[in-house]
């Protein structure tokens, strides 16, 4: 196994339009999570799936954007209408449901910037 | 809600030097206590992990113990190397469900030789 993928690894999008990113968790994890970082923070949560269903959302996680995983295996984030505050490290990271404490395998991320 | 607070940065050390990056920790319950790594240019490394209080998270010469009675979970090495160079986040979990993770803002560590 790969590990966590992510595309694109770098994406630079004008103000206004929409942009879509990929994650390929680890096979057998049944677990996806998204999380933003921006420069000299820590990741913060947007959401997670378990399989395809999407168990939680954080509030950071506005109208704009939205998150799928259709057959429990990739996953995609789509944010609309872009603005120059989402420009982030966009996270993805992955685990198995019933491992206790495993912790998660991170992507090397999606770095996203609005101009 | 929970929180993580970590020392601030950056810290910068010379080789074989002593370390300690803080972490003080706000949960309810029983937390599930993680240190990440991420070295220039790759993404975030499970470092080390301790479950229940007491218990000493331990690799590649890190040791971090949990702390109930101070919340806290701070990161050591005896003897840094330049190799060693990287941004290191505390971070907890409110279960052992593999729920979400709640990150504190990392500290930069710079090893010089």
């Known amino acids: 196994d790969t590990g966590v993928s992510q595309d694109p690894r770098h994406k630079i999008t004008k103000r206004g339009q929409n942009v879509t990113f990929r994650c390929d968790p680890i096979s057998e994890h049944n677990r996806l999570y998204w999380y933003r970082q921006t420069l000299g923070q820590g990741p913060e949560f947007l959401t997670y799936f378990q399989n395809e269903a999407q168990l939680e959302k954080s509030r950071l996680l506005s109208d704009r954007f939205s998150a799928e995983r259709p057959k429990g295996s990739f996953s995609t984030l789509e944010i609309q209408r872009t603005e120059q505050g989402d420009s982030a490290m966009y996270l993805c990271a992955s685990s198995p449901a019933f491992v206790a404490n495993y912790g998660y395998t991170f992507g090397s991320g999606t770095r996203l910037t609005v101009v | ?113």
């Open chain 2, 1 to 113: 809600g929970n929180s993580v607070t970590q020392m601030e940065g950056p810290v910068t050390l010379s080789e074989e030097a002593f370390l300690t990056i803080n972490c003080t920790y706000t949960a309810t319950g029983y937390p599930s206590l993680f240190w990440y790594v991420q070295y220039p240019g790759e993404g975030l490394q499970l470092l080390l992990k301790a479950t229940k209080a007491d218990d000493k998270g331990s690799n590649k010469g890190f040791e971090a113990t949990y702390r109930k009675e101070t919340t806290s979970f701070h990161l050591e090495k005896g003897s840094v190397q330049v190799s060693d160079s990287a941004v290191y986040f505390c971070a907890l979990s409110a279960s052992p469900r593999n729920e979400k993770l709640t990150f504190g803002t990392g500290t930069r560590l710079t090893i010089i030789p």
